[in-house]
């Protein structure tokens, strides 16, 4: 029986994660590390409140099997491109590094499709150094999800997202699978099965191989 951690629980990704961990037979307790609780109980659950600036002074005193990490959200939301860097580098980065002192063996990310440190494009940027910085943590497992434009019900109206979901859900047929938009549940399902594998190395998929 396994013990999951998860950051991100309250994004879009990452609360339909929860919902299939504690649903998963394989994991007998679920810990999520959250700024403030969120609207969920089950037998299984464990919420920690934390301030994710100071996570690596964060005590806490349980063993992880397996990690996971949906944390993100935009330059409009956070404020800044220094404010975002913090969120979608900063705290998965220092959230790895205390999954890996509570004895984590494996852990998933969500990043995005296009990322690369040496893109053109902040956001890519962004996304392609935090998986730069994840491979040289010393995990035995790590997967590396890029899904492209996320489907699934969001709490916050974005005109923008919500148009090309709209263009790209109705051109579908002519898409190529690596774009095409992709349901949040089908990512979700795809970190815990890499995560049950078992198996070690990095595991870069994109949205191609998420379908």
């Known amino acids: 029986m396994k013990t999951a951690l ?19 037979p394989e994991y007998e307790s679920v810990h ?32 992880v099997d397996d990690a996971f990490v949906t944390l993100g959200t935009t330059i409009a939301k956070a404020g800044s491109k220094s404010a975002f860097y913090k969120v979608d580098h900063d705290y998965v980065i220092s959230f790895a590094e205390k999954a890996l ?35 040289v943590i010393g995990f035995p497992r790590l997967g590396i999800l890029r899904p492209s434009l996320l489907l699934g019900p969001r709490t916050e109206k974005r005109a923008g997202e919500k148009f090309a979901s709209w263009m790209m859900q109705t051109l579908d047929f002519v898409i190529p699978a690596k774009y095409k938009a992709i349901h949040i549940d089908k990512v979700a399902k795809k970190m815990i099965e890499l995560a049950l594998q078992n198996e070690n190395g990095v595991f870069l998929l994109e949205s191609d191989k998420l379908q």
């Open 101 to 135: 002192s509570l004895g984590t063996t494996g852990i998933f990310v969500v990043s995005s499709m296009g990322a690369n440190p040496a893109s053109s494009i902040f956001y890519n940027k962004v996304k392609g150094e935090m998986e730069e910085d994840m491979k």
């Open 32 to 63: 999520i590390l959250v700024r403030k609780e969120i609207n969920l109980a089950h037998q299984k659950l464990h919420q920690h409140v934390v301030d994710f600036d100071n996570l690596a002074t964060t005590n806490l005193e349980f063993k």
């Open 6 to 24: 998860v950051a991100g629980a309250s994004g879009l990704v990452g609360s339909s994660l929860v919902k299939m961990l504690l649903q998963e």
